[in-house]
Protein backbone atom coordinates (compact mmCIF):
# COMPACT_ATOMS: atom_id res chain seq x y z
CA UNK A 1 0.00 0.00 0.00
CA UNK A 2 1.20 3.44 -0.77
CA UNK A 3 0.82 6.28 1.42
CA UNK A 4 1.68 10.06 0.99
CA UNK A 5 1.10 12.58 2.87
CA UNK A 6 -0.20 16.07 1.33
CA UNK A 7 -0.38 19.10 3.46
CA UNK A 8 -1.26 22.64 2.49
CA UNK A 9 0.42 26.06 3.82
CA UNK A 10 0.49 29.98 3.90
CA UNK A 11 2.73 30.18 1.19
CA UNK A 12 0.24 28.92 -1.47
CA UNK A 13 1.44 25.27 -1.85
CA UNK A 14 1.08 21.95 -1.03
CA UNK A 15 3.49 19.46 -0.79
CA UNK A 16 3.48 15.92 -1.04
CA UNK A 17 5.47 13.28 0.74
CA UNK A 18 5.93 9.37 0.46
CA UNK A 19 6.22 7.21 3.50
CA UNK A 20 8.50 5.07 3.31
CA UNK A 21 8.65 2.48 6.26
CA UNK A 22 12.38 1.55 8.34
CA UNK A 23 13.49 -0.61 10.82
CA UNK A 24 14.75 1.99 12.80
CA UNK A 25 13.43 4.94 10.94
CA UNK A 26 10.68 6.05 8.72
CA UNK A 27 11.23 8.37 6.08
CA UNK A 28 9.54 10.75 4.10
CA UNK A 29 10.89 11.35 0.59
CA UNK A 30 9.13 14.58 -1.30
CA UNK A 31 7.73 13.50 -4.93
CA UNK A 32 5.55 16.68 -5.34
CA UNK A 33 4.40 20.40 -5.00
CA UNK A 34 1.60 21.64 -6.19
CA UNK A 35 1.37 25.20 -6.74
CA UNK A 36 -1.80 26.27 -8.29
CA UNK A 37 -3.39 28.82 -5.75
CA UNK A 38 -3.00 32.66 -5.37
CA UNK A 39 -3.44 32.47 -1.61
CA UNK A 40 -2.98 30.62 1.70
CA UNK A 41 -4.51 27.17 1.90
CA UNK A 42 -7.01 26.09 3.83
CA UNK A 43 -8.39 22.89 3.07
CA UNK A 44 -7.10 19.42 1.62
CA UNK A 45 -8.79 16.55 0.64
CA UNK A 46 -7.91 13.07 -1.08
CA UNK A 47 -9.25 10.36 -2.62
CA UNK A 48 -7.70 7.17 -4.10
CA UNK A 49 -7.15 8.95 -7.48
CA UNK A 50 -7.09 12.86 -6.91
CA UNK A 51 -6.39 15.77 -4.53
CA UNK A 52 -8.44 18.76 -3.74
CA UNK A 53 -7.16 21.59 -2.29
CA UNK A 54 -9.35 25.07 -0.85
CA UNK A 55 -8.09 28.19 -0.72
CA UNK A 56 -8.86 31.74 0.11
CA UNK A 57 -8.57 32.36 -3.92
CA UNK A 58 -11.96 31.11 -3.95
CA UNK A 59 -10.83 28.18 -5.70
CA UNK A 60 -10.86 24.59 -5.68
CA UNK A 61 -7.58 22.97 -7.49
CA UNK A 62 -7.36 19.33 -8.48
CA UNK A 63 -4.35 17.32 -8.69
CA UNK A 64 -4.68 13.74 -10.58
CA UNK A 65 -2.64 11.48 -8.38
CA UNK A 66 -2.48 8.36 -11.47
CA UNK A 67 -0.86 10.83 -14.00
CA UNK A 68 0.79 13.09 -11.15
CA UNK A 69 -0.17 16.25 -13.04
CA UNK A 70 -2.50 19.18 -12.30
CA UNK A 71 -6.26 18.67 -13.52
CA UNK A 72 -7.98 21.92 -13.19
CA UNK A 73 -9.89 23.86 -10.95
CA UNK A 74 -13.40 23.97 -9.21
CA UNK A 75 -14.69 27.32 -9.73
CA UNK A 76 -18.31 27.69 -8.18
CA UNK A 77 -17.59 29.05 -5.12
CA UNK A 78 -17.86 32.85 -4.05
CA UNK A 79 -15.46 33.12 -0.96
CA UNK A 80 -12.89 31.02 0.71
CA UNK A 81 -13.05 27.33 0.81
CA UNK A 82 -13.14 26.63 4.40
CA UNK A 83 -13.51 22.74 4.01
CA UNK A 84 -13.51 19.72 1.54
CA UNK A 85 -14.48 16.02 2.04
CA UNK A 86 -14.26 12.94 -0.37
CA UNK A 87 -16.73 10.59 -0.31
CA UNK A 88 -15.54 7.08 -1.76
CA UNK A 89 -14.21 7.76 -5.28
CA UNK A 90 -17.63 9.09 -6.39
CA UNK A 91 -18.25 12.32 -4.80
CA UNK A 92 -16.45 15.51 -3.09
CA UNK A 93 -18.39 17.85 -1.42
CA UNK A 94 -17.19 21.90 -0.20
CA UNK A 95 -17.91 24.20 1.67
CA UNK A 96 -17.16 27.83 1.75
CA UNK A 97 -17.46 31.65 3.39
CA UNK A 98 -20.63 32.04 0.97
CA UNK A 99 -22.41 29.17 2.90
CA UNK A 100 -22.63 26.89 -0.03
CA UNK A 101 -22.69 23.18 0.20
CA UNK A 102 -21.75 21.88 -2.94
CA UNK A 103 -21.65 17.95 -4.22
CA UNK A 104 -19.62 17.37 -6.99
CA UNK A 105 -19.25 13.94 -9.40
CA UNK A 106 -15.69 13.20 -10.04
CA UNK A 107 -16.36 11.32 -13.29
CA UNK A 108 -17.04 14.62 -15.15
CA UNK A 109 -16.30 17.27 -12.10
CA UNK A 110 -20.29 18.70 -12.03
CA UNK A 111 -21.48 20.18 -9.53
CA UNK A 112 -24.78 18.10 -8.94
CA UNK A 113 -26.16 19.93 -5.99
CA UNK A 114 -24.76 23.60 -4.83
CA UNK A 115 -27.17 24.06 -1.22
CA UNK A 116 -27.16 27.30 0.21
CA UNK A 117 -26.88 25.41 3.76
CA UNK A 118 -25.73 28.78 5.89
CA UNK A 119 -26.71 32.19 6.47
CA UNK A 120 -23.25 33.02 7.36
CA UNK A 121 -20.01 31.15 6.47
CA UNK A 122 -19.93 27.33 6.39
CA UNK A 123 -17.13 26.57 8.45
CA UNK A 124 -16.92 22.30 8.16
CA UNK A 125 -18.66 19.38 7.20
CA UNK A 126 -18.75 15.47 7.50
CA UNK A 127 -20.40 12.60 5.80
CA UNK A 128 -21.66 10.05 7.37
CA UNK A 129 -19.92 6.78 6.47
CA UNK A 130 -23.32 5.32 5.38
CA UNK A 131 -22.88 8.17 2.45
CA UNK A 132 -26.28 9.18 3.01
CA UNK A 133 -26.38 12.11 5.57
CA UNK A 134 -24.35 15.22 6.22
CA UNK A 135 -23.53 17.26 8.73
CA UNK A 136 -22.48 21.50 8.40
CA UNK A 137 -21.46 24.11 10.88
CA UNK A 138 -21.59 27.78 9.96
CA UNK A 139 -21.28 31.21 11.61
CA UNK A 140 -25.51 31.37 12.07
CA UNK A 141 -24.69 29.22 15.16
CA UNK A 142 -26.77 26.26 13.77
CA UNK A 143 -25.71 22.53 13.20
CA UNK A 144 -27.46 21.37 10.18
CA UNK A 145 -28.34 17.91 9.04
CA UNK A 146 -28.26 17.36 4.74
CA UNK A 147 -30.45 14.29 3.29
CA UNK A 148 -27.44 13.69 0.27
CA UNK A 149 -30.33 11.38 -1.46
CA UNK A 150 -32.39 14.54 -2.38
CA UNK A 151 -30.24 17.57 -0.94
CA UNK A 152 -32.46 18.76 1.39
CA UNK A 153 -32.26 20.03 5.25
CA UNK A 154 -33.72 17.06 7.44
CA UNK A 155 -32.51 18.62 11.05
CA UNK A 156 -31.77 22.25 12.19
CA UNK A 157 -30.22 22.86 15.66
CA UNK A 158 -29.50 25.93 17.23
CA UNK A 159 -26.38 25.28 19.05
CA UNK A 160 -26.00 29.22 20.31
CA UNK A 161 -22.76 29.19 19.51
CA UNK A 162 -20.61 29.34 16.37
CA UNK A 163 -19.05 25.72 16.27
CA UNK A 164 -15.99 25.47 13.51
CA UNK A 165 -15.46 21.85 13.20
CA UNK A 166 -18.30 18.73 13.03
CA UNK A 167 -16.92 15.46 12.85
CA UNK A 168 -19.06 11.88 12.17
CA UNK A 169 -17.39 8.77 14.38
CA UNK A 170 -15.56 5.81 12.11
CA UNK A 171 -18.59 4.15 12.43
CA UNK A 172 -21.02 6.83 12.47
CA UNK A 173 -23.40 5.93 15.64
CA UNK A 174 -21.72 9.40 17.17
CA UNK A 175 -20.47 12.96 15.69
CA UNK A 176 -18.85 15.19 18.18
CA UNK A 177 -19.22 19.74 17.76
CA UNK A 178 -16.05 21.89 18.56
CA UNK A 179 -17.15 25.15 19.87
CA UNK A 180 -13.53 27.22 20.90
CA UNK A 181 -12.40 24.51 23.45
CA UNK A 182 -15.09 22.29 23.99
CA UNK A 183 -16.02 18.93 22.12
CA UNK A 184 -19.48 18.00 22.34
CA UNK A 185 -20.47 14.73 21.62
CA UNK A 186 -23.70 13.88 20.25
CA UNK A 187 -25.69 10.74 19.83
CA UNK A 188 -27.07 9.46 16.46
CA UNK A 189 -30.56 8.32 17.64
CA UNK A 190 -30.68 10.82 19.86
CA UNK A 191 -29.17 13.92 18.07
CA UNK A 192 -28.74 15.12 21.59
CA UNK A 193 -25.47 15.72 23.69
CA UNK A 194 -24.40 12.67 25.84
CA UNK A 195 -21.17 14.11 27.25
CA UNK A 196 -18.18 17.13 27.10
CA UNK A 197 -14.90 17.37 26.77
CA UNK A 198 -12.95 20.58 27.78
CA UNK A 199 -9.32 20.77 26.07
CA UNK A 200 -7.17 23.37 28.22
CA UNK A 201 -6.86 25.45 24.64
CA UNK A 202 -8.93 26.71 21.41
CA UNK A 203 -8.80 23.52 19.29
CA UNK A 204 -8.02 23.43 15.63
CA UNK A 205 -8.41 19.97 14.51
CA UNK A 206 -9.30 16.43 15.58
CA UNK A 207 -9.28 12.79 14.43
CA UNK A 208 -11.14 9.51 15.54
CA UNK A 209 -8.61 7.06 16.09
CA UNK A 210 -11.44 4.53 17.32
CA UNK A 211 -15.01 4.43 17.62
CA UNK A 212 -14.29 6.04 20.98
CA UNK A 213 -10.99 7.33 20.87
CA UNK A 214 -10.90 11.37 19.98
CA UNK A 215 -7.05 12.94 19.40
CA UNK A 216 -7.30 16.56 20.01
CA UNK A 217 -4.77 19.61 19.28
CA UNK A 218 -4.95 23.29 19.10
CA UNK A 219 -3.45 26.29 19.90
CA UNK A 220 -0.34 24.61 21.55
CA UNK A 221 1.75 21.96 21.01
CA UNK A 222 0.69 19.49 22.83
CA UNK A 223 -1.66 16.58 21.13
CA UNK A 224 -3.91 14.69 23.44
CA UNK A 225 -6.32 11.80 22.73
CA UNK A 226 -9.35 11.33 24.60
CA UNK A 227 -11.84 8.45 25.80
CA UNK A 228 -15.50 9.67 24.57
CA UNK A 229 -16.88 7.48 27.12
CA UNK A 230 -14.98 8.28 30.42
CA UNK A 231 -14.84 11.41 29.25
CA UNK A 232 -11.03 11.77 30.37
CA UNK A 233 -7.40 12.18 28.36
CA UNK A 234 -5.97 8.95 28.55
CA UNK A 235 -3.10 10.08 26.60
CA UNK A 236 -1.19 13.51 25.50
CA UNK A 237 2.45 14.27 24.41
CA UNK A 238 4.44 17.39 23.06
CA UNK A 239 4.58 16.70 19.07
CA UNK A 240 5.69 20.25 17.90
CA UNK A 241 7.52 23.41 18.76
CA UNK A 242 3.99 25.84 18.27
CA UNK A 243 0.26 24.90 17.16
CA UNK A 244 -0.37 21.65 15.79
CA UNK A 245 -2.44 22.99 12.83
CA UNK A 246 -3.81 19.47 11.70
CA UNK A 247 -3.99 15.73 12.35
CA UNK A 248 -4.53 12.80 10.30
CA UNK A 249 -4.20 9.41 10.53
CA UNK A 250 -3.80 5.87 8.86
CA UNK A 251 -2.92 2.20 9.82
CA UNK A 252 -0.16 0.05 7.99
CA UNK A 253 0.37 -3.77 9.67
CA UNK A 254 -1.62 -3.28 12.79
CA UNK A 255 -0.02 0.16 13.68
CA UNK A 256 -1.63 3.52 14.14
CA UNK A 257 0.34 6.18 12.61
CA UNK A 258 -0.77 9.54 13.96
CA UNK A 259 0.23 12.38 11.51
CA UNK A 260 0.83 16.16 12.61
CA UNK A 261 1.42 18.94 11.13
CA UNK A 262 2.59 22.29 12.20
CA UNK A 263 3.40 26.03 11.84
CA UNK A 264 6.74 24.83 12.89
CA UNK A 265 6.47 23.75 9.34
CA UNK A 266 7.10 19.71 10.47
CA UNK A 267 5.38 17.16 9.21
CA UNK A 268 5.63 14.33 11.81
CA UNK A 269 4.82 10.69 11.79
CA UNK A 270 3.81 9.17 15.61
CA UNK A 271 3.07 5.23 16.29
CA UNK A 272 0.50 4.85 18.75
CA UNK A 273 -0.55 1.74 20.89
CA UNK A 274 -4.66 2.11 20.84
CA UNK A 275 -4.61 -0.92 23.19
CA UNK A 276 -2.07 0.44 25.98
CA UNK A 277 -1.76 4.16 25.00
CA UNK A 278 1.29 5.07 26.28
CA UNK A 279 3.41 7.86 25.11
CA UNK A 280 3.79 7.45 21.22
CA UNK A 281 6.69 6.63 19.62
CA UNK A 282 7.98 9.09 16.71
CA UNK A 283 8.85 7.39 13.59
CA UNK A 284 10.38 10.30 11.38
CA UNK A 285 9.88 13.75 10.31
CA UNK A 286 10.51 15.92 7.95
CA UNK A 287 10.84 19.99 7.73
CA UNK A 288 9.17 21.68 4.95
CA UNK A 289 10.18 24.89 5.48
CA UNK A 290 6.31 26.32 4.68
CA UNK A 291 3.85 27.43 7.49
CA UNK A 292 1.44 24.41 7.78
CA UNK A 293 -2.13 24.81 7.68
CA UNK A 294 -3.62 21.61 6.86
CA UNK A 295 -3.71 17.87 6.10
CA UNK A 296 -4.49 14.99 4.67
CA UNK A 297 -3.41 11.41 4.56
CA UNK A 298 -3.75 9.59 0.66
CA UNK A 299 -3.48 5.87 0.56
CA UNK A 300 -3.91 3.61 -2.67
CA UNK A 301 -3.66 -0.05 -3.41
CA UNK A 302 -3.30 0.10 -6.58
CA UNK A 303 0.18 0.20 -7.87
CA UNK A 304 0.23 3.24 -9.70
CA UNK A 305 2.24 2.73 -13.50
CA UNK A 306 2.92 6.50 -14.77
CA UNK A 307 6.15 7.75 -14.51
CA UNK A 308 7.13 9.94 -11.75
CA UNK A 309 5.67 8.47 -8.96
CA UNK A 310 8.96 6.59 -7.73
CA UNK A 311 11.67 8.15 -8.30
CA UNK A 312 11.21 10.42 -5.30
CA UNK A 313 11.23 13.51 -7.44
CA UNK A 314 9.63 16.65 -8.00
CA UNK A 315 6.84 16.30 -10.62
CA UNK A 316 6.15 20.19 -10.72
CA UNK A 317 9.31 21.94 -8.97
CA UNK A 318 11.86 20.75 -6.94
CA UNK A 319 10.70 20.03 -3.72
CA UNK A 320 14.23 21.17 -2.02
CA UNK A 321 13.94 24.22 -2.98
CA UNK A 322 12.77 26.71 0.18
CA UNK A 323 8.83 27.77 0.63
CA UNK A 324 9.75 31.20 0.19
CA UNK A 325 11.09 30.80 -3.12
CA UNK A 326 8.46 28.44 -4.08
CA UNK A 327 5.49 31.15 -3.42
CA UNK A 328 7.16 33.65 -5.78
CA UNK A 329 6.81 31.09 -8.72
CA UNK A 330 3.28 30.98 -10.87
CA UNK A 331 1.78 27.46 -11.40
CA UNK A 332 -1.28 28.07 -14.46
CA UNK A 333 -4.40 25.88 -13.69
CA UNK A 334 -4.66 23.73 -16.39
CA UNK A 335 -9.24 22.73 -17.05
CA UNK A 336 -9.52 19.93 -19.00
CA UNK A 337 -13.52 18.92 -18.19
CA UNK A 338 -16.69 20.74 -18.57
CA UNK A 339 -17.84 21.68 -15.70
CA UNK A 340 -21.65 21.60 -15.24
CA UNK A 341 -23.11 23.99 -12.91
CA UNK A 342 -26.34 22.90 -11.16
CA UNK A 343 -28.05 25.61 -8.36
CA UNK A 344 -30.73 23.19 -7.64
CA UNK A 345 -31.90 19.66 -8.27
CA UNK A 346 -35.06 21.10 -9.92
CA UNK A 347 -33.09 23.34 -12.45
CA UNK A 348 -31.83 22.75 -15.35
CA UNK A 349 -27.66 23.00 -15.88
CA UNK A 350 -25.94 25.71 -17.01
CA UNK A 351 -23.06 24.35 -18.61
CA UNK A 352 -19.90 26.70 -18.52
CA UNK A 353 -17.00 25.43 -20.71
CA UNK A 354 -13.80 25.01 -18.47
CA UNK A 355 -11.40 24.79 -20.99
CA UNK A 356 -8.25 27.16 -20.59
CA UNK A 357 -5.49 27.35 -22.74
CA UNK A 358 -2.81 24.96 -21.50
CA UNK A 359 0.53 27.04 -20.75
CA UNK A 360 4.26 25.74 -20.16
CA UNK A 361 5.47 26.02 -16.15
CA UNK A 362 8.41 27.89 -16.50
Known sequence: MLVELITGSYEQIAFGYRVCPGEKEWTLTPVFTHHAHTASLSSVASSERFIATGSKDETIQLYDMKKRTEHGSLLHHDGSISCLQFYGTSHLLSGGEDGLLCVWSTKKWECLKSIKAHKGSLTALSVHPSGKLALSVGTDKTLRTWNLIDGRSAFIKNIKQNAHIVLWSPEGSKYVVVINEKVDVYSLDTASVISTIRNPKRISTIKFLKENLLAVAGDEETVRIYDLTSQKCVCEFTAHETRVK????????????????????FIKLWKVNLEVLDPPVLLGQVNTTARLTCLSVWQSTAELKDSGEHTGQATTSQVSEDASQLSKKKRMHISSEE???QEDSGSKPEKKQGKKKKQKVQ
Open 246 to 265: AIDSFTTEDTCVVVTASNDG
Open 339 to 341: VVL
